[in-house]
């Protein structure tokens, strides 16, 4: 090899060196702030409520009923200061930014699926960038008992964010709407 070329190619991986890591998406969600948070449930073969709860970094929250119906049931009000910031940090301390955007695509978090059940459909906005993540719940894993998979972590996050809301105030089965 001429030596033209070998500086060339030290040259090349000295830049490469000093250029800084390519951040992964789930390191830049942890420093971008959160412009807000929608979880929405959606309908299954039964009366599975379908709505759409929206939490804001003004600690606005908007719940909409998707129920056959039931499209007038929309409400508007204030959670307690601090709610916004404890369910953001709740998503990074579940690795929701390194999760699939499709949990029933992914064979990993879908090995087995049932039909007719509902999808939960959980969605960060944060400035241009945006991370959903839409879980089947007909999607099941074979794990050992007691084991924390990411799906569970997953599941329990989306309850919490229903009770830390207290979407069960507004939310009615499907079918219901009176």
Known sequence: ?????????HFTLAVLACAPAASKPDAASS??????????????????PAYRLRITSA????????NRGDSSNVVVDTASRGTYASIVSRAREIDFYS?????????????RYATDLPTVITTIYSGAMTKRVSDYHGC??????GTNTPIQRLRDFEN???????????????????
Do not use: Y
Not at 34 to 44: H, K, Y
Not at 59 to 66: L, P, Q
Not at 165 to 176: F, H
């Open 59 to 66: 600690e606005e929250i908007r719940f909409e009923s998707h």
């Open 1 to 9: 090899m001429n030596t033209l070329k070998v500086a060339s190619i």
């Open 160 to 178: 919490e964010i229903d009770s830390t809301l207290q979407s069960s105030r507004w939310v009615r089965p499907n079918g219901a709407a009176k």
């Open 99 to 111: 999760l699939p955007p499709d949990i029933q695509k992914d064979s990993v978090f879908c090995r």
């Open 31 to 48: 420093t971008v702030p959160v412009d807000s948070l929608v979880l929405e449930r959606t309908v299954c073969f039964g009366f599975c």
């Open 140 to 145: 099941f894993q074979v794990v050992e008992k």
